[in-house]
C-alpha cells in the first residue's frame, strides 16, 4: 500500500505570494490533518478534514486555508506569505473514524518564503 | 484544552545507556497518549501509544512508556539506547470525540559512541 504523499517536497516562495501544497493520503483513508513544523515550535496543529467537511481548526490566521476532494485527496493554500510562514508542512491521513487513531504522516514539504 | 509539553529540547545519552524521555499532559479526562519519532527529512512515525488499561505500553524498536494519572505524565523509556535511535522524539495527546491530536514540542535525541 503507498503511503502518504506530498508534492512538492521543497518550494521556494517571496513575501506576498501563494502557495497550493498538496497531500494523497493512504488508500482507504478519510481524514487529512495538516500540521507546521518549525524547529522549537514542535507540531501545530493547522486543520482536519473527513469526508470533505473540515472537523477540526487550529490557530492559524485565515491566510491559511484547505480543502479535501471526493477522492480524499487535500490542499493546503497560504496566501499573502510572510516570512514567519517558512516551514515544513506535514499531512497525516487516518481511516477518521475513532478517536484513537494513529496517524500515518508524509515526509512533508518544505517551504522557504523569502 | 488539551496540551503536551517535553521539558527536554534534547538529549545527549550514551550508546547501551537507558533513555527516559519526559512528558506531561494537560487535560481534564483521560487522555490518548503517543509517542511518534522523526528520523531527519522524513515524517513521523509511531511508536506507541495509550488509551486505557495497562498503563505501561510496550511499542516499536524497544521503546515502552508509562501512564502516571497522578502526575499527568506519560514518559517513554529505552533500557539500551543504539546510535539508530538517534532522532526527534514527540508526545502527542488526543481527546475522546475529538479528531485533533495536539503534539509536544519534541525532544531531539543524541547518541554518543
Known amino acids: 500500500k503507498a503511503g502518504v504523499t506530498q508534492t512538492p517536497r521543497y518550494l521556494i516562495k517571496t513575501r506576498g505570494q501563494q502557495v497550493t501544497l498538496s497531500c494523497s493520503p493512504i488508500s482507504g483513508h478519510r481524514s487529512v490533518s495538516w500540521y507546521q513544523q518549525t524547529p522549537g515550535q514542535g507540531l501545530q496543529f493547522l486543520f482536519e478534514y473527513f469526508s470533505e467537511t473540515q472537523r477540526n481548526k487550529g490557530n492559524f490566521p485565515g491566510r491559511f486555508s484547505g480543502r479535501q476532494f471526493s477522492n480524499s485527496r487535500s490542499e493546503m493554500n497560504v496566501s499573502t506569505l510572510e516570512l514567519g510562514d517558512s516551514a515544513l508542512y506535514l499531512c497525516?491521513?487516518?481511516?477518521?473514524?475513532?478517536?484513537?487513531?494513529?496517524?500515518?504522516f508524509g515526509s512533508g514539504t518544505q517551504l522557504s518564503v523569502l | 484544552a488539551q496540551s503536551v509539553t517535553q521539558p527536554d529540547i534534547h538529549i545527549t545519552v550514551s550508546e547501551g545507556a537507558s533513555l527516559e524521555l519526559r512528558c506531561n499532559y494537560s487535560?481534564?479526562?483521560?487522555?490518548?497518549l503517543f509517542w511518534y519519532v522523526q528520523s531527519p527529512g522524513q515524517g513521523l512515525q509511531l511508536l506507541l501509544k495509550?488509551?486505557?488499561?495497562?498503563?505501561l505500553v510496550q511499542g516499536i524498536k524497544g521503546f515502552e512508556a508509562e501512564f502516571k494519572r497522578s502526575q499527568s505524565s506519560f514518559n517513554l523509556r529505552k533500557p539500551s539506547v543504539h546510535w539508530s535511535d538517534a532522532a526527534e522524539y514527540f508526545c502527542a495527546v488526543g481527546r475522546t470525540g475529538g479528531f485533533k491530536t495536539i503534539f509536544g514540542a519534541g525532544t531531539r535525541l543524541f547518541v554518543k559512541a
Open positions: 487535560y481534564g479526562a483521560t487522555p490518548y
Open positions: 495509550y488509551f486505557s488499561g495497562d498503563t
Open positions: 497525516a491521513s487516518s481511516p477518521g473514524t475513532t478517536t484513537n487513531e494513529k496517524l500515518f
